[in-house]
């Protein structure tokens, strides 16, 4: 270990121990620039114990004093001399030709609440205020359960099962939902501080926590007094955590709890993790279940949607489609069991662990695994005999991997053995049959939309895709098939097909990037033009504040690309619908909708924004929208159902759109500014506002009963410049001149010995 | 001694006894029951779906087979069937066939013993699924596409069972798995027939689809006939 005797090797060790901290210790990870920062100060504290000293310095500087003179160290000279500039270039390239990234949001994470409110005529002071629920002790218990229904009724879909805000809506949301099992959120709160954010919601926040996106409705409408003390006295007795109390802790002023949001905490978990999984190898092999140990962690986790007597008819279920699962018929859905067979105990353990894409059914890893088993036992329980024989697992045949010919020959199977009939031509889940199909229970059902196979109920995996053809899906329309194709080997073809149709998710983004083009930009969404420009994806929620609300939302994402031209900005959507329809009172459909909304004062760079909502009496927002009945259209917006559509001179967007095979495309033309000051405009390299709405009508979704996605931000990129082409090689020069000039300066012994 | 051969007299007796409620009864000694099934009120016009895929096969059309109902109101495809009837139910001469042709059911009410192989054919040449709605039975749903003619499936415990497919949400039918021998199924005029039912008193029972079921008492004489009219109609 000599050589860590060297001032210099001391250095080059203390800021790589320094940066690997820094960069991978660090959870969440900090941004670049603040590790950027911490680093300039590691180097100067290194630079300082390195000169404390004449001696030290020396010591520090003679490797490089050696590389940069002795003649046997030339061919390591020539090389760092070319290394350095090609390194400094290359940094001069990423910087010059950098993604733009949304803009930091530095915000107060729980700003002080006002002092009073008025909550429905009445006045509530916040500061001191107490649940007053908790005066009556003798019903804590009662209060707990009537919570839980109001959460499971209202708050589920976003905050959660597990209360960790990762419920079936969070994914649509930037900034994700609270997630109440973490430390840092309602532990540290007083209820009557919930009580504010609950009733006022992200537009009650006040100044300081601006720009907010938060899609948090106002509940006071809603919601009585009680409702909220009780869904408050649910979310303390779920979690676990007890209230901050006035007593013991006057509130900090807010300016002590400023927060950057990806601002984190220095742990060393990254080094136990790994570690810890070394040591407990996940079991999952089978356990016999203990029936009434399932039965305590059912009556908490699962009653209150699959029902008290597991008939899938808990407080929650009414909101939810697919309907939670009835216990009582032994009939499942995601199975290994032969068609007609009730399902193995793991395959109820992998549903329970696992979840159930694409519904409300979450993974329940919060459970311990024990528990889980004691769970599957307690729910085969409610089946009366359907478990009483062994289930016959269904045999596949032996594994065909994906490759052209075996793609080629599932979709040859898929056309022979009709698989469009339900999940469209195209698989998008629009076939003729799709709006009759029927569960056994009578509920509707929805064939799956193929192209999105991180929705599948039993995973997306080719094994998992063959065994559900195999198998079949009881209980709903999809039938078994092992027996229905031509040659056995025929399900791995059609699984391996339909897994090529999108062989993974999108990913979402949370900035839409605009690029400048010249010329005319066409109209017509199928035009090759538009496959040339890269989509951003944003994901879509349902609205579930103003009735009616939408709990199932049909369309769930859309594609976006857009680009702009001196004159115009256009704007082309993709978005799966199984159906076309217009309005028509007698087959009670309505017209199928897509609107991009910005903030009515827009081409302002951002700082407060309109609630997400179409914004409210103060802060309207503009709409540019499609219908099916009337096409293009713009509007204002002072709130949901509050929209005066622009008149017909006034209406600057024109477009089209094109259905085919379940798929929408629409192209919306706007131009970029009008005289009118006040109007929509679209300046280049600023982070405007815009958020997107759409409406299946086929699916009686309509006005309120529509998804949405929270603000993001829309850019119109600087045009393409030759700057990340020419600032390297200059940078490169420069940095080769000052090597020369430092290499003349140890050659004339400038630096000493 | 006696008293044992008066015990197996009494078995033997006993034993015929329960077996004249089956085929075993000599033709001479057994009576029958003939009927009709009428439906009372106005026949309901029947629900008329407009076909919306495969219309080369299915037609343009199709007309629901719920309740059918003939000459003098005689009710087709009830169920009647002797309550408490006992043994096998006999092997059919001819293997039952459940036919999909034309996108219905062939025929809308289809009545086998418990434990015999069905053919379910696919004469259409286009994909069905074959999904059944039931408890005692394992719940049944296969896809049939057009290259699969025959399908045979076995069910083995008595139960009334609903067929669908839901490729074409209006076809439906049944499968009636038999108990026991005594089964009939009303004609297109109504009129049904059972046969070799031992002298006595009967509780006779008709089922029907959307009608419900009805029971009356019947007297049986050996060698002749005895009437039984059930009247169903919407309660």
């Known amino acids: ?753 | 001694m006696l008293k044992w051969v008066s015990v197996l007299c009494a078995g033997v007796l006993a034993a015929a006894l329960i077996a004249g409620a089956s085929t075993l009864v000599a033709a001479q000694d057994a009576g029958s029951i003939v009927g009709e099934v009428k439906f009372s009120g106005t026949p309901p016009a029947p629900k008329v779906t407009k076909v919306n895929k495969d219309n080369q096969v299915c037609g343009d059309e199709k007309r629901s087979e719920e309740v059918i109902v003939g000459a003098n109101k005689g009710l087709q495809n009830a169920v009647v069937s002797l309550v408490g009837a006992k043994g096998p139910a006999p092997k059919p001469a001819r293997k039952p066939v459940l036919d999909q042709k034309g996108c219905v059911f062939a025929p809308h009410v289809l009545v086998v013993p418990a434990g015999a192989d069905v053919d379910i054919l696919n004469s259409d040449g286009i994909l069905h699924n074959i999904h059944t709605v039931s408890t005692a039975n394992p719940s049944l749903n296969k896809a049939q596409p057009k290259f699969k003619k025959v399908m045979t499936e076995k069910f083995d415990k008595p139960e009334t069972i609903q067929l669908r497919c839901d490729v074409h949400s209006w076809m439906a039918g049944w499968l009636v798995v038999q108990a026991h021998p005594q089964y009939a199924l009303s004609d297109a005029s109504g009129a049904f027939k059972l046969d070799n039912v031992p002298p006595g008193k009967h509780k006779v029972e008709v089922w029907h689809e959307t009608l419900g079921k009805m029971t009356q008492e019947v007297e049986v004489k050996a060698g002749a006939p005895s009437k039984v009219t059930f009247e169903l109609g919407k309660k």
Request: aromatic fraction near 10%; proline fraction near 9%.
């Open chain 1, 1 to 753: 270990m000599s050589w860590l005797r060297s001032k210099f090797a001391q250095a080059v060790l203390a800021l790589v121990v320094a940066f690997v901290l820094f960069r991978f210790a660090i959870r969440p990870p900090v941004p670049w620039t603040v590790v950027t920062l911490y680093m300039a100060i590691v180097l100067v504290a290194v630079l300082v114990y390195v000169s404390s000293d004449s001696d030290s310095w020396r010591n520090f500087l003679a490797p490089i004093r050696s590389t940069l003179v002795e003649d046997s160290k030339r061919p390591v000279r020539v090389g760092v001399m070319v290394l350095i500039p090609l390194v400094v270039g290359y940094y001069a390239y990423t910087q010059a030709a950098a993604r733009i990234e949304a803009p930091a949001e530095l915000r107060a994470i729980h700003p002080a609440p006002p002092a009073s409110i008025s909550f429905s005529g009445k006045t509530f002071d916040i500061q001191g205020l107490d649940n007053p629920l908790r005066k009556d002790a003798a019903n804590l218990g009662k209060y707990v359960a009537e919570g839980a229904v109001i959460y499971i009724k209202n708050c589920v879909y976003c905050h959660g099962d597990n209360l960790d805000g990762a419920g079936p809506f969070a994914h649509a949301f930037s900034p994700p939902p609270a997630n109440f099992t973490d430390a840092g959120t309602i532990a540290m709160l007083q209820e009557a501080y919930l009580f504010w954010r609950i009733a006022k919601g992200g537009p009650g926040l006040p100044k300081e926590s601006k720009p907010w996106n938060s899609v948090m409705p106002a509940w006071e409408d809603k919601l009585s007094a009680e409702d909220i003390w009780k869904v408050i006295m649910f979310l303390y007795d779920a979690t676990g955590y007890q209230p901050r109390r006035w007593e013991s802790h006057a509130a900090p002023a807010p300016s002590q709890r400023v927060g950057a949001r990806s601002g984190g905490a220095f742990s060393l978990a990254f080094l136990a993790a790994p570690l810890g999984r070394v040591l407990a190898p996940p079991t999952e092999a089978q356990q016999p279940g203990d029936a009434a140990q399932g039965k305590v962690i059912y009556e908490k986790k699962c009653l209150l949607c699959h029902g008290e007597k597991g008939d899938g008819n808990g407080p929650g279920a009414p909101m939810l489609d697919p309907k939670p699962r009835d216990f009582t018929k032994g009939r499942y859905k995601v199975r290994t069991s032969a068609s007609g067979q009730p399902p193995t105990d793991s395959d109820l353990f992998r549903v329970i662990s696992d979840g159930m894409p694409g519904t409300s059914m979450p993974a329940w890893k919060v459970i311990s695994e024990t528990d889980r088993w004691n769970l599957v036992a307690y729910v085969k329980s409610f089946a009366g005999g359907a478990f009483t024989i062994a289930p016959k697992a269904a045999e596949l045949p032996k594994e065909v991997a994906a490759s052209k010919d075996s793609i080629a020959r599932g979709k040859e199977m898929f056309e022979a053995i009709e698989c469009n009939k339900c999940h469209g031509n195209a698989g998008r889940g629009d076939g003729p049959s799709a709006p009759e199909l029927t569960d056994d229970w009578g509920n509707p059902v929805r064939p799956a939309n193929l192209t999105k196979p991180w929705l599948f109920r039993g995973g997306g995996s080719s094994r998992q895709v063959a065994t559900r053809l195999a198998t079949g899906l009881m209980g709903t329309p999809m039938p078994a098939f092992i027996d229905s194709v031509e040659k056995p080997e025929d399900i791995w073809h059609v699984a391996n097909y339909v897994q090529s149709l999108r062989p993974s998710k999108p990913d979402y983004v949370t900035v839409l990037q605009a690029r400048a083009v010249a010329g005319g930009i066409p109209d017509d969404p199928a035009a090759p033009f538009w496959a040339q420009q890269p989509p951003a994806n944003f994901s879509l929620a349902g609205q579930v504040i103003v009735d009616p609300r939408n709990f199932n939302p049909s369309i769930d994402g859309v594609a976006v690309q857009a680009v702009y031209s001196d004159t115009e900005i256009a704007f082309h959507l993709t978005w799966d619908d199984p159906t076309f329809s217009k309005s028509d009172p007698k087959a009670k459909t309505f017209a199928d909708q897509m609107a991009l909304q910005f903030p009515a004062k827009a081409g302002k760079e951002e700082t407060e924004r309109p609630y997400v909502l179409m914004g409210d009496g103060s802060n309207p927002v503009t709409l540019l929208r499609w219908t099916s009945d009337e096409g293009v259209g713009e509007a204002t917006a002072w709130g949901i159902g509050k929209i005066t559509p622009k008149l017909a001179d006034a209406v600057k967007a024109v477009g089209k759109a094109v259905f085919a095979d379940g798929r929408y495309r629409l192209v919306i033309k706007r131009p970029r500014a009008t005289k009118d000051h006040d109007e929509l405009a679209f300046p280049v390299g600023r982070f405007l506002s815009v958020a997107f709405m759409a409406w299946d009508g086929g699916a009686g979704e309509t006005e309120s009963r529509m998804s949405f996605s929270s603000w993001y931000f829309l850019r119109l990129e600087e045009p393409a410049s030759a700057t990340p082409y020419i600032v390297p090689p200059v940078v490169a020069l420069l940095t080769v001149a000052l090597e020369l000039l430092v290499f003349r300066g140890a050659r004339r012994g400038a630096w000493g010995e």
